[in-house]
């Protein structure tokens, strides 16, 4: 029943943006924190941004803090993350996910998508 589809991924020249979509079902969004974790290649899955459906608080790896910005549109269930200033090292699966507790939502969560691509070409 839960139901969570990221898109939007593709490939990007160096400096350039993406905007990644997750449409998400299936359970209560507003008990959620939604966010996004990128994993490239022998590298460790990542925690980059989410944002509490309840009350719109955010996290960010300081590694995109500045680049990267997540927004939410609850009357969608959709959460999206806008990439900025892409780089090459950004490349990698992004894959969306809900996480019951938003303090923790860039180490744990409980549902996910199947990802997208993303890749950055230098």
């Known amino acids: 029943e839960v139901q969570i589809v990221e898109s939007g991924g593709g490939l990007v020249q160096a400096g350039g943006s993406l905007r990644l979509s997750c449409a998400a079902s299936g359970f209560t969004f507003d008990d959620y924190a939604i966010g996004w974790f990128r994993q490239a290649p022998g590298k460790e899955r990542e925690g980059i941004s989410c944002?509490?459906?309840?009350?719109?608080?955010?996290y960010s790896a300081d590694s995109v803090k500045g680049r990267f910005t997540i927004s939410s549109d609850n009357a969608r269930n959709t959460v999206y993350l806008q990439m900025n200033s892409l780089k090459p090292e950004d490349t990698a699966v992004y894959f969306c996910v809900a996480a019951r507790f938003a303090r923790l939502c860039l180490y744990e969560y409980d549902f996910w998508g199947q990802g997208t691509q993303v890749t950055v070409s230098s």
């Open positions: 944002i509490s459906s309840s009350d719109g608080s955010t």
